[in-house]
């Protein structure tokens, strides 16, 4: 899907592919991959890198124009519990356009306006932080939902909020590798901003971004550092219970072993004392539940 827009001053407006300057291709189909490759002289390669997942960031610089690999965030859907996954996107700079390739459906340009006249370098920019942002409003949601689950888990330890546990510590691997080469992208533009031709504001601009990128870096390094010691703790709490429950089952089974002890040895077809004796019932229910006090008295002063 194809879809191509303008700038307007301040703002950028969709418009005729005629008068276009900024293109965004969506999952393009092959007639408009090979418009883009024959036509538009875009690599190949670089052009399925950029729908690629797993492809990571990079920058290309070609003959006549500037190809950009970024890593973002699959949009997330609550629909799919902990769905946090890390896609790409291409943007491919020219001097007179730019092209944007994208493996789904995102807003790229709704709703944005700038407090100035900008230019295909502004947008360039703006494009180069948008995954940044997103980062930042996963890691966010990223939050509550960890919340939740710490929340869930001291209530009851099923399985099922384990395993969330893990994706979510899955997840932020790859949250931490796809933030990391981002910021190789960028500090490589910051080195190259000469072949961007960046003024002195749009440099400027290039540090914020890397800062910014960097404190999404540091975050997530924190929920995964939390993530991790949360995973440790939770195990450690595990265990104990599980030997806790061993402990109170093994002294259960001794109280009630050694009251059937007792009348198992008076109930032997054999002689044995108090036979006969009208009171013999009664005395085998006292050894019963003298045992059960004995075991009850050890476990109390032995603090079991």
Same mark, same amino acid.
């Given at each position: ?7 307007? =001053?301040?703002?950028?407006? /969709? ?28 690599? /190949?390669?670089?052009? +399925? ?7 990571? *960031? ?21 629909? %799919? ?8 996107? =291409? ?16 807003? !790229?340009? /709704? ?16 494009? @180069?932080?948008?995954?940044? !942002? ?7 949601? %990223? ?6 689950? $710490? ?6 330890? #099923? ?20 933030? +990391? ?21 749009? #440099?400027? %601009? ?5 800062? $910014? ?5 540091? #975050?997530? $390094? ?32 001794? =109280? ?5 002890? !007792?009348?198992?040895?008076? *109930? ?18 006292? %050894?019963?539940?003298?045992? @059960? ?12």
């Amino acid at each position: 899907m194809k879809r191509a827009y303008k700038i307007l =001053g301040n703002k950028v407006a /969709e418009s005729d592919d005629s008068d276009s300057n900024i293109l965004v291709y969506i999952s393009p189909d092959p007639e408009e991959k090979k418009f883009l490759i024959d036509t538009l002289k875009l690599d /190949e390669h670089t052009l +399925n890198s950029a729908l690629d997942p797993d492809e990571i *960031s990079r920058l290309e610089f070609e003959p006549d124009h500037i190809a950009i690999i970024m890593k973002r965030p699959k949009n997330y859907s609550s629909k %799919f519990l902990l769905s946090f996954k890390v896609t790409s996107m =291409g943007l491919f700079i020219f001097s007179d356009r730019i092209i944007i390739i994208l493996p789904e459906d995102i807003p !790229v340009f /709704e709703g944005k306006s700038f407090d100035k006249s900008i230019t295909l370098k502004d947008i360039t920019l703006k494009l @180069v932080q948008k995954p940044v !942002v997103h980062f930042l409003e996963h890691l966010k949601t %990223f939050s509550i939902i960890l919340d939740e689950l $710490e929340s869930k888990i001291n209530r009851t330890m #099923q399985n099922k909020y384990l395993l969330n546990l893990f994706t979510l510590e899955k997840s932020l691997v790859y949250y931490l590798s796809a933030i +990391n080469s981002n910021m190789l992208v960028i500090e490589k533009m910051k080195s190259n901003a000469s072949k961007f031709v960046f003024n002195t504001d749009e #440099q400027e %601009f290039l540090d914020d971004i890397k800062i $910014e990128n960097s404190q999404c870096y540091k #975050q997530a $390094e924190i929920y995964s550092s939390i993530l991790s010691s949360m995973m440790e703790a939770r195990s450690s709490i595990v265990s104990n219970n599980i030997n806790t429950l061993m402990k109170t089952l093994n002294i259960i089974t001794i =109280g009630i072993m050694l009251p059937s002890l !007792v009348v198992g040895i008076f *109930s032997m077809n054999v002689d044995f004392p108090l036979r006969g004796h009208p009171w013999a019932f009664w005395f085998i229910l006292l %050894f019963a539940a003298l045992s @059960v006090a004995t075991v009850i008295y050890f476990w109390k002063k032995l603090k079991w």
